[in-house]
T-cell receptor, first 114, second 109 residues
Framework: GAGVSQSPRYKVAKRGQDVALRCDPI?????LFWYQQALGQGPEFLTY????????KSGLPSDRFFAERPEGSVSTLKIQRTQQEDSAVYLC????????????FGPGTRLTVL | AQSVTQLSVSEGALVLLRCNYS??????LFWYVQYPNQGLQLLLK??????LVKGINGFEAEFKKSETSFHLTKPSAHMSDAAEYFC???????????FGAGTTVTVRA
């Protein structure tokens, strides 16, 4: 079956622009996660959804970052007024709601802010 | 957290990637691999069952509570093993994964 897909794969934005990154999780996966991966670093947790409910947004770095999953499937991560420090790969992951915590990752969106 | 950021091995040599965790309660432990321009792929996981875990592509890892470690090994490196490897941990009842900085593995012919 299809895995997690993300679009666009690459995004170049001028500083101050708003961007929207999309994630299509694996069908039937209840949980959805967003991570930020800076160059040369491991992914860092941003936010977590269980169905349409955003249960944890403790990792969002500022109020310029906003995520939604209105129908419990597709999710969008929005970054307003982008800054150079927002340049990173944004990874989306999904999982069944089980005890193993196994997450399946998409290919990521590489955001470059000029 | 992982303690090595780059590793170069010869084809056919042992691959050993170290992962130590800091938790009083044994967590769930994962090894992921990331190929260029691709997402993370799960190699193997430890979720409090067998301490020796076998994963894909010939990799295995052993959970050692006394050493708070979950090192990843492969007896014989292949050119296709060149990638970035991440150790990740989560509390048994938590959903968040915390990743190490990653180890870039290169394989010499």
């Amino acid at each position: 079956g299809a895995g997690v897909s993300q679009s666009p794969r690459y995004k170049v934005a001028k500083r101050g622009q708003d961007v929207a990154l999309r994630c299509d999780p694996i069908s039937g996966h209840v949980s959805l996660f967003w991570y930020q991966q800076a160059l040369g670093q491991g992914p860092e947790f941003l936010t977590y959804f269980q169905n349409e409910a955003q249960l944890d947004k403790s990792g969002l770095p500022s109020d310029r970052f906003f995520a939604e999953r209105p129908e419990g499937s597709v999710s969008t991560l929005k970054i307003q007024r982008t800054q150079q420090e927002d340049s990173a790969v944004y990874l989306c992951a999904s999982s069944f709601r089980d005890s193993s915590n196994e997450q399946f990752f998409g290919p990521g969106t590489r955001l470059t802010v000029l | 957290a992982q303690s090595v950021t780059q590793l170069s091995v010869s084809e056919g040599a042992l691959v050993l990637l170290r992962c130590n965790y800091s938790s009083s309660v044994p967590p769930y432990l994962f090894w992921y691999v990331q190929y260029p321009n691709q997402g993370l792929q799960l190699l193997l996981k430890y979720t409090s069952a067998a301490t020796l875990v076998k994963g894909i592509n010939g990799f295995e890892a052993e959970f050692k509570k006394s050493e708070t470690s979950f090192h990843l090994t492969k007896p014989s490196a292949h050119m296709s093993d060149a990638a970035e490897y991440f150790c990740a941990v989560s509390a048994p009842n938590d959903y968040k994964l915390s990743f190490g900085a990653g180890t870039t593995v290169t394989v010499r012919a």
